[in-house]
């Protein structure tokens, strides 16, 4: 499923081949005349976002640092175990920047590349597919596109093989020149038993020398594997003071002591940009791209925070702007969807119509949505005034509504319109990747 090259060598080029035929031969019909309507009335129904912004152009011609951080949860940030800071450098980092508390992953069945393909896009990610594996070709407007065009340069790297994901066919759709893969990595040791045994201080070390050399200004997304299941690393690597009485899994202590390991590993990279100059000169952008699947906030008793729905899934945010003007906590509600509209404003590029999510530091109505990827409908919706969150069998008047902040219970029916506009949304934006009409939704736009 993730790596074409691993699939064709198990199944033959035949098989392959034949099987893709047909995959693709039924998704030519997967748009119908009702999906077409739907699409329509959604572009007609948007409205103009507001020209007149905070903070536009505040880093214009800055280079953007994108840190995709393998199963980080919002759990472990300014959490302690056994007297210590479970991530101390990704909390001072919190502390210098913008800290997103209330920041959620959108995810489907492709995890990581769900959380890539996202937050490039702010498009939601399928219900039933891997938008990178199934749709790689499709007409898409990313944000490394949009920084190319407007004179940035854009590479990706990561520790995979290039066809991993099948990143070496969208990755040049979606904007970036350049893709440095494993074979551009020498590890000094293995670690991991995940995708690749190239550890997060390696990878982040040798990126450095390599961002280093890029012509400026440019976007770098980096992506780091070492907290990846099964969240196993060296003793020797194993530094964190978890108390022998711990009421902790052994699960979850691993992935502590991974998260800890890659968060060491985050400070020395980010001490190497403060030495070649880019720290000053660069959006740092540092965000955990879905859960860790381990309850590690219900351990941690960090879940209360959390609307039932979205437990696991709430991850940080962290955004470093220059010149330190811009610092605090965030707690307005947003995901993945958002990251392209806010960081477009703050690089003063004016991002394209196609985005589904807002400029979190200027949206009026923020919110996030989770769909139900069982019954193709809602499971949780989390705005700054309502709440929603569907029954296990995904009938909408099954679901419970509250009036927020506060989690007051309300009738279902007082959701029914946020329900309904957030799920247009949802199906808009399966029909644009399905159909690959994103030209056609643009055109049909009211502004």
């Not at 007297?83 to 990581?112: C, H, K, M, W």
């Not at 520790?159 to 893709?179: A, C, E, H, M």
């Not at 720290?279 to 879905?290: E, F, K, P, R």
Request: proline residues 4%; aromatic residues 10%.
């Amino acid at each position: 499923v993730y790596d074409f090259n691993l699939l064709v060598g198990k199944i033959g080029i035949i098989i392959f081949s034949f099987e893709a035929a047909i995959i693709y031969a039924l998704r030519t019909n997967s748009v119908t005349t009702a999906d077409s309507e739907l699409l329509v009335n959604f572009a007609k129904s948007r409205q103009k976002a507001d020209e007149t912004k905070k903070y536009s152009g505040i880093a214009r011609g800055k280079n953007l640092i994108m840190i995709q951080v393998e199963s980080l949860e919002n759990a472990v940030i300014n959490q302690t175990i056994g007297g210590s800071e479970i991530t101390p450098n990704l909390n001072q980092l919190a502390r210098d920047g913008l800290y997103f508390s209330n920041y959620y992953g959108e995810v489907g069945p492709g995890n990581t590349a769900d959380s890539e393909f996202t937050t490039l896009t702010s498009l939601y990610a399928l219900q039933d597919d891997v938008v990178f594996v199934d749709y790689a070709q499709n007409n898409f407007q990313a944000l490394p596109r949009l920084l190319v065009g407007n004179g940035y340069s854009a590479y990706g790297l990561h520790g995979d093989v290039p066809t991993f994901w099948n990143r070496s066919n969208i990755y040049p759709n979606l904007g970036y020149q350049k893709q440095f893969d494993y074979s551009d990595y020498k590890p000094s040791r293995s670690i991991g038993k995940g995708p690749s045994d190239l550890g997060d201080e390696d990878f982040f070390l040798q990126s450095a020398d390599k961002i280093r050399g890029f012509s400026q200004p440019f976007m770098a997304t980096l992506i780091t594997m070492s907290s990846h299941v099964p969240f196993e690393l060296p003793k020797d690597l194993q530094t964190l003071a978890i108390p022998q009485d711990t009421k902790l899994s052994y699960t979850q202590q691993q992935y502590l002591e991974s998260v800890h390991y890659a968060d060491r590993a985050m400070g020395e990279f980010i001490s190497k940009l403060k030495q070649s100059g880019l720290y000053d000169n660069s959006v740092i952008a540092i965000l955990g791209d879905h859960g860790s699947f381990t309850n590690i906030s219900k351990a941690l008793g960090t879940d209360a925070r959390e609307l039932a729905g979205m437990s696991n899934s709430q991850v940080p945010l962290i955004l470093l702007v220059p010149g330190g003007e811009l610092k605090g906590e965030i707690t307005a509600p947003a995901s993945h969807l958002d990251f392209f509209p806010t960081v477009a404003n703050l690089l003063g590029i004016k991002a394209p119509k196609s985005v589904l999510g807002q400029d979190v530091l200027n949206a009026k109505n923020p919110i996030v949505v989770h769909r139900n990827i069982v019954f193709g409908t809602i499971n949780t919706i989390l705005s700054g005034s309502l709440a929603f969150q569907a029954n296990s069998d995904g009938v909408f008047s099954h679901g419970a509504c509250f009036l927020m902040p506060y989690k007051n219970p309300v009738p279902a029916d007082k959701c029914l319109d946020i329900y309904n506009q957030q799920l247009n949304a949802i199906k808009a934006s399966d029909i644009i990747i399905k159909g690959n009409l994103l030209s056609s939704y643009i055109k049909n736009l009211n502004y």
